[in-house]
């Protein structure tokens, strides 16, 4: 069974950009400790997905070739859908939506 790969997609803060601070950066960040933790309590998905926590552009090229799900806040949309050709608009939001809400929750 293919595994969902996921792009976690954090934002160094700069002037302009979200975070807009070092406070924001602080608390909008997803770490590999944070999301470990919010997969232990679904062990069932543990196993059906692969993810990079990535920052700034470091490997957003790279990763998104595979990615089918991407989760952050604020990303470049220039030539996505050639760029992740494995993102699915609905799936994007919905998916990452229940991530996140299950990793905060």
Not at 19 to 35: A, N, V
Not at 38 to 56: C, F, M, R, T
Not at 82 to 99: E, F, T, W, Y
């Amino acid at each position: 069974m293919k595994k969902i790969r996921i792009h976690i997609r954090n934002n160094h803060w700069k002037e302009g950009f979200l975070p807009c601070d070092l406070e924001g950066e602080k608390h909008s960040t997803i770490t590999k400790d944070e999301f470990e933790k919010g997969l232990s309590q679904y062990p069932e998905i543990k196993d059906k997905i692969e993810y990079l926590v990535d920052w700034d552009e470091d490997n957003y090229i790279s990763s998104m070739k595979e990615a089918d799900i991407l989760l952050g806040w604020q990303f470049p949309t220039n030539n996505i859908r050639k760029i992740a050709p494995n993102l699915n608009g609905s799936m994007l939001v919905q998916q990452a939506l229940i991530i996140y809400l299950h990793l905060i929750g």
